[in-house]
């Protein structure tokens, strides 16, 4: 089970993350209380052990901003959201080829079925996250989306992308999410928050052993 612990916005959380077992760590590069600049991403990649993925968050942003940004921070993944068109995944994968992890959001919303299939159509992204969004967020809502429902319509089918459940997940609710949606892998922003860019160290422990510990 491959799991990211997003809106990482100090190296102090980033190791602790790092410790517990991560596999990847989330920066967002847009408008939120995680956001971070260039300069604060690139001094926490520094310190952080070379086997980490560090995804970079985008949400309308050109493929060359993009491009720039994962090269000035040594980004190994970038988390592609609304407003970023189908272009810009296939222009990264031409620029960095299989260097960079590309990852493609969609929201649990109408319409989504026919997202998906769009994206599993795309050669040039490697998986896609599933999220639940607010009014006012498209992404660390802190709100879950119908796993049911989810699971019968998209998470349930024999796909060739990989499929990663975020969207209200913590560690008392993951295992089930995990059970339930059988995904590739979860992210969590909220669930392991203590406010809004600072984690919890018992939080991330807690989240990640659940996540391990579920068949």
Request: contains cysteine.
């Amino acid at each position: 089970m491959w799991v990211k612990i997003c809106g990482t916005t100090n190296l102090e959380d980033a190791l602790l993350a790092a410790d517990a077992g991560a596999d990847a760590i989330g920066f967002v590069f847009a408008e939120s209380p995680r956001k971070v600049d260039t300069g604060q991403a690139r001094a926490i990649i520094e310190g952080l052990p070379v086997a980490i993925e560090t995804i970079g968050v985008f949400v309308e942003a050109g493929a060359g901003e993009i491009a720039e940004i994962a090269r000035e921070c040594g980004l190994t993944g970038v988390q592609l959201h609304s407003g970023i068109g189908a272009d810009a995944s296939r222009r990264l994968r031409v620029e960095f080829g299989g260097e960079l992890r590309i990852l493609r959001v969609l929201h649990y919303e109408a319409g989504v079925v026919g997202k998906l299939k769009e994206c599993v159509e795309d050669s040039s992204i490697d998986g896609v996250l599933v999220d639940s969004r607010t009014a006012a967020a498209v992404g660390g809502t802190g709100v879950r989306f119908d796993w049911e429902e989810a699971r019968q319509k998209i998470f349930s089918g024999n796909l060739t992308t990989r499929l990663i459940a975020a969207g209200g997940l913590n560690a008392e609710n993951v295992g089930d999410a995990i059970r339930l949606l059988q995904p590739w892998g979860v992210d969590v922003v909220t669930g392991v928050e203590a406010k809004p860019g600072k984690k919890d160290p018992l939080k991330i422990r807690a989240f990640i052993e659940a996540a391990r510990a579920t068949k």
